[in-house]
């Protein structure tokens, strides 16, 4: 049995619900796969959430790692590409930093490529009907920091990657760009069933 660890985060910039942490609890509230599932949800703080996702994944030696948060201006499910080494936070994280163009790690490599197989999960995620995309920027905040903390603290042998979540139905600001809930616990779902899938790499990078 594969062990799987799913993360999402806490609301943050004063909202009351983040869907990343929403969609995650759903899938863990009735997942039936065949896969052992330990979902968790994260602080919106640059240090704090590196620490407790080395902590999970040192206590779980999961098979992978699909962590998920809310890019809130997106009409997509977007598969994240490509952690950097680049803290700049627009906004002070729920800790209060504020990072201004600090490494994630001083001694890391400038990026860490996921080694989920995202853009054949781009593929799956479009012909279940979800509006999906590959995404070459995980932006600065910190989402992009938990890609990059967990693609330099998994093994060899794990997969790990990131999802970016559009608001949801229930929780999205007026005008907002959102998707319904149900189809947000589906996409994240999907990722779940197709992380360890063994199919070869499909083409899909951008040509521009």
Known sequence: MAVLLLTGFEPFGGADHNPSADAVNAVAGDYDGPHE?????????????????????????????????LAGGSRQIAMERIGVNLMDARIPDNDGAQPLDAPC?????????????????????????????????AGSYVCNHVLYTALGAV????????????????AAPAD???????????????????ALDAEVEVPGGSIW
């Open 37 to 69: 599932l330990i979902a968790e949800t994260l602080p919106v703080a640059f240090a704090s959430s590196a620490r407790r996702l080395r902590a999970l994944i040192a206590r779980h030696s999961p098979d992978a790692v699909i962590a998920t948060g």
């Open 105 to 137: 790690e001083p001694d890391g490599p400038a990026a860490r490529f996921a080694t989920l197989p995202v853009k054949r999960l781009v593929q799956i995620l479009s012909s279940h009907g979800l509006p999906a995309q590959l995404s070459l920027s």
């Open 155 to 170: 093994s060899a042998k794990t997969v790990a990657g990131f999802v970016h979540l559009p608001w949801s139905t229930s």
């Open 176 to 194: 907002a760009p959102h998707l319904p809930d149900e189809d947000l616990a589906r996409a994240v779902r999907v990722v779940v069933d197709h």
